[in-house]
């Protein structure tokens, strides 16, 4: 089993490589690898798309539908990983441990995003890996025209589906 494992996500707009930090994110990466290997993201989407902040998904279905998911995590950002530019962090609601399939990865750095404290507002979101090829994919992504729908806002016009999610090793 390895430290850093790799993992492909195929989308509708090309691949992204990521690059896992077993060590620093224990829970977050076998959560997220358990999810992949069940088949959970396949025909996900990134439903929430903001230029210059990052790309969500991993949670809705093409119709807008939430998933089922299992039980939340505990929540690693005190794991020092930072919210930088390529990074992938677990998405989670205002409760600080409420993260199940949900991700995002920063399109810039985001040190707001970083645990700056025990209170809610400032524990952070956990990075739990990196993108080490297809950032172009994901900028692709970032700079989709978006809409709001569903109670839902910056969700792109055009679905950005998530078509599988494979562990590479």
């Given at each position: 089993?390895?430290?850093?494992?790799?993992?492909?996500?195929?989308?509708?707009?090309?691949?992204?490589?990521?690059?896992?930090?077993r060590v620093k994110?224990?829970v977050?990466?076998?959560n997220?690898?358990?999810?992949a290997?069940?088949?959970?993201?396949?025909?996900?989407?990134?439903?929430?798309?903001?230029?210059?902040?990052?790309i969500?998904?991993?949670?809705?279905?093409?119709?807008?539908?939430?998933?089922?998911?299992?039980?939340?995590?505990?929540?690693?950002a005190?794991?020092?990983?930072?919210n930088?530019?390529g990074?992938v962090?677990?998405g989670?609601?205002?409760?600080?441990n409420?993260?199940?399939?949900?991700?995002?990865?920063?399109?810039?750095?985001?040190?707001?995003?970083?645990?700056?404290?025990l209170?809610?507002?400032?524990?952070?979101?956990?990075?739990?890996?990196?993108?080490?090829?297809?950032?172009?994919?994901?900028y692709?992504?970032?700079?989709?025209?978006?809409?709001?729908t569903?109670?839902?806002?910056?969700?792109p016009?055009?679905?950005?589906?998530?078509?599988?999610?494979m562990?590479l090793?």
């Amino acid at each position: 089993m390895s430290d850093k494992p790799m993992v492909q996500i195929e989308t509708s707009h090309g691949e992204i490589i990521l690059e896992l930090d077993r060590v620093k994110a224990p829970v977050s990466v076998e959560n997220f690898i358990n999810y992949a290997n069940t088949g959970h993201y396949d025909g996900t989407i990134f439903h929430r798309v903001i230029k210059g902040f990052m790309i969500q998904g991993g949670g809705l279905t093409t119709d807008m539908q939430e998933k089922p998911t299992g039980k939340a995590i505990i929540n690693e950002a005190t794991n020092k990983l930072k919210n930088k530019t390529g990074t992938v962090a677990m998405g989670r609601t205002a409760e600080i441990n409420s993260a199940t399939t949900q991700f995002f990865i920063n399109t810039e750095d985001n040190k707001d995003l970083d645990h700056g404290g025990l209170q809610p507002e400032m524990y952070g979101y956990a990075v739990f890996g990196q993108v080490v090829d297809g950032m172009d994919v994901v900028y692709t992504i970032e700079q989709q025209a978006t809409t709001s729908t569903e109670g839902y806002d910056d969700v792109p016009v055009e679905p950005v589906v998530i078509q599988s999610v494979m562990v590479l090793d």
